[in-house]
Structures are given as C-alpha cells and as structure tokens.
C-alpha cells in the first residue's frame, strides 16, 4: 500500500509574510492529516521554512537544482545547498522548466540523476501538451518523457523517485483531467516501469497535478494508480491546502 503523498509547488511566489503565514496556517490544522506532505518552495525561503517546519509532519523541497555541486556556475543552486536546508525534495521536469528555460529530456534526466546521487529524492514531473493529446500522443511523450531517466539511471532507482503526471493544458488553467484519464495514464506510466522493474513499479509514488483542488482531489486520489498530487495554485493558502492533504 503506497501512502498518500501531497505536496504543494509554491512556484515563483512567497514572501516572508507570506510564507511564515502560509506554513503556520497548514501546521495548525494538521491534526486528522494522514498524508505525507511536502512543502516545495523558493530558494531564499527554504531557510525560514525549515525553522518553522522542525519536528513537524512537514518535509521540504526545491523546484530545480543544478547538476555540479559547486563552482562557478553563477545564479546556480546545487543539490548540497538544497540539503543544507533540511530539504529532501527537489522538483525536475516541471512543464514551466520544460518549456520556458528549454529543459530537455536530456538535461531533466541528467537532473533526477544528481538529485540522486546527492540523496535528494526526486519528484519528476512528466505531461503532455494540449496538441499532444488531441493528436493521440499522450501515451508517447509520456513513455519519452519517462525512458530518458530510466535509460539513464536504470529502474531500480525508480523506487526512490516520485513521478508527477502533470498534463500542460491543466497545470494552473483550472481545467482538470477526469479521473479516468488520469487513472489511465498513471497506469500507462506504472506499466513502464512493469517492463523493467516490477518491484519499483508497485512502489513509486505517482501523483496526479494539474488543477487539483479541495472539491476533485478525493475523486482523484482513490483511483487506484494515483498516489497523491502535486499541487500548485491551490497550494498557496493553507485551508484548500489542507483539505487536498485530508482527501488522501
Ligand atoms: C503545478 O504547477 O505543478 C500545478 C499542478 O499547478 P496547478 O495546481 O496550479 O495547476
């Protein structure tokens, strides 16, 4: 049985304020929360977050890393600076990351790979575009999306990664995918790992994203291949954030 895993994506939004609100908000309604929650969250607030967050059920994470662990890489952060700050998380291949800042299969692969090898667990994001699935490609881009890392690092490391299907046209357009598309795709994407890794095929966490919110995340989230979400707009206030955690 995998447990449910929710975790919030702040995206490029915080302020001190706005943090030290947000994460006092979700830690004084956590009692009746059974799912694993992580916090993923800007850089410069990964300190105060880990303050706040010590001896609580909340665990933290990045959104993107780089992969060398020092040097002269100039606005970088690496995989160490992320752990320095009690995160175990990190966030590669998101669809922004993807499509605004040109990351590859290639580079997201190289990516979940050094979020390995520094013992950060990855939370890789994998989802097709709009024009992808009306052309009946969502299988294929997914299978791409998820080969690149497995050809790299093989799939029995599958079983310390968390895989994100997020579909691009719902990512932060309030347009969700039914549970039936979603379940089918979630099951496609364990299949995968089937072929290669039956035992890191029944492990790996799959979390649906896109549009999750408190009133279609408990539909979501029984299905049978989804695992949680990874959610963004709704994660920004503690109450629709909390009740996507208690839907798990
Ligand atoms: C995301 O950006 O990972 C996401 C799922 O966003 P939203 O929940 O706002 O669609």
């Not at 791409?144 to 690092?153: F, I, S, Y």
């Not at 009133?215 to 920004?236: P, Q, T």
Request: hydrophobic share 40%; glycine share 12%; aromatic share 6%.
């Amino acid at each position: 049985m995998r447990q449910v895993i929710v975790a919030g994506n702040w995206k490029m939004n915080a302020s001190k304020d706005m943090a030290g609100g947000l994460i006092s908000g979700i830690l004084s309604g956590m009692s009746g929360v059974k799912s694993k929650i992580i916090a993923c969250v800007p850089f410069p607030y990964l300190s105060q977050v880990e303050e706040l967050t010590k001896g609580s059920q909340i665990s933290i994470g990045a959104q993107n890393l780089n992969v060398n662990s020092s040097g002269a890489f100039t606005g970088e952060v690496s995989a160490e600076m992320i752990k320095d700050f009690g995160a175990g998380y990190v966030i590669i291949g998101h669809s922004e990351r993807r499509s605004l800042y040109n990351e590859t299969n290639d580079i997201v692969a190289e990516k979940v790979e050094a979020a390995l090898n520094s013992g950060l667990t990855p939370i890789f994001c994998v989802g097709e575009t709009l024009s992808d699935r009306e052309a009946g490609n969502t299988e294929a881009v997914v299978e791409k999306q998820v080969m690149a890392v497995l050809d790299r690092t093989g799939a029995e490391v599958f079983k310390k990664i968390i895989i994100a299907y997020e579909p691009v046209w719902a990512i932060g357009t309030g347009v969700t995918a039914t549970p039936e598309q979603a379940q089918e795709t979630h099951r496609y994407i364990r299949s995968i790992l089937s072929r290669y890794d039956e035992g890191a095929a029944q492990i790996t966490p799959i979390l649906y994203g896109g549009s999750m919110n408190p009133g279609n995340a408990k539909e979501l989230i029984s299905c049978a291949d989804i695992d949680g979400g990874l959610i963004g707009g709704a994660s920004l206030e503690a109450e629709s954030f909390l009740n996507i955690c208690k839907a798990g």
